[in-house]
């Protein structure tokens, strides 16, 4: 048996056209476009490429980006005035500072002083607070962990009474995916480099979801046949046959976990382009809430 692909690429692309189609309508009925302003804060060519990708997504389905590249020496102070006055520029619906900042910002501080109503990333405290509260809706919720939501929801998946294991505990990723699957009714499993008999528990997943940043760590005896694998991890790997020199690979070994998965991302082109699609509604839905809007 080999698993059904779940395209990433072909949903994200879908919920862009969604979303330029409502873009449209609010600029019609209101004659509003939401902004998302981008905050890249150095050289770091990861983040550029990021930054990059978020305003081609921005261009496509109708949203202006504001764009502030500033050094990597800026000083805690001129980063916190920059935050400041976004917050207060009535055309930016949503504030992205680009992770990581350079090791002399405190990026805490930085994250938390974003408008809770701009905050398209959903990492303000509050945000995360709500989200971690039975019957509280945060805001917004941080993309990357909305985005395996709406993965398996757009494949059909369901996820109330199910085992949901997730392999991983950041703040970004696993942590809050971990409070989405509990508010769907899922029974959750949190496991990480320290628990023991880790592949034990990570093959009592119905639906899993690998965010530990290890190389092709899951191997296909660690998964459920028939279970459903969300791979949210990146990783290069050294590969002399490619133009680069290296390869991206997830935090699953994809060639044996399909043979056992029923449905599987792949990386890339899996949990990605839905990161970015979802900044794209966050943002929309950051506009829809302004003064003005019904």
């Not at 395209?7 to 409502?22: H, L, M, N, Q, V």
């Not at 600029?27 to 983040?47: C, F, H, I, N, W």
Request: with cysteine; net charge neutral.
């Amino acid at each position: 048996m080999s698993a059904q692909l779940i395209d990433g690429k072909a949903i994200a692309a879908t919920i862009r056209g969604e979303i330029k189609t409502e873009v449209e309508q609010m600029k019609t009925q209101y004659g509003r476009v939401p902004g998302l302003a981008a905050v890249l804060v150095g050289e770091r060519k990861d983040s550029q490429t990021y930054v990059r990708m978020k305003k081609k997504a921005c261009a496509e389905v109708g949203i202006t980006s504001f764009g502030y590249n500033l050094p990597a020496d800026i000083s805690q102070e001129e980063l916190l005035k920059v935050v400041r006055d976004l917050n207060a520029n009535p055309d930016v619906h949503g504030i992205l500072v680009q992770l990581p900042l350079p090791d002399h910002l405190d990026d805490e501080e930085i994250l938390g002083a974003i408008s809770l109503e701009k905050d398209v990333d959903g990492f303000h405290p509050l945000n995360i607070g709500r989200l971690s509260m039975k019957r509280r809706d945060p805001l917004f919720v941080p993309c990357t962990p909305k985005g395996c939501i709406e993965l398996l929801d757009r494949s059909g998946v369901s996820i109330e009474g199910k085992r949901a294991v997730v392999l991983g505990r950041s703040n970004i990723v696993g942590l809050p995916v971990a409070m989405l699957l509990l508010h769907r009714n899922a029974t959750l499993t949190i496991c990480h480099s320290r628990t023991q008999d880790l592949p034990g528990v990570v093959r009592e997943a119905d639906i899993l979801i690998a965010a530990v940043g290890r190389a092709e760590m899951v191997k296909g005896d660690w998964v459920k046949p028939g279970a459903v694998v969300i791979d949210v991890g990146v990783n290069a790997v050294d590969d002399p046959t490619a133009k680069k020199g290296y390869k991206l690979v997830g935090d699953v070994d994809f060639n044996e976990v399909k043979e056992v998965a029923a449905m599987i991302t792949p990386v890339p082109g899996g949990v990605g382009p839905m990161t970015i699609a979802m900044l794209m509604r966050n943002t929309l839905d950051g506009a829809k809430h302004g003064p003005g809007m019904k």
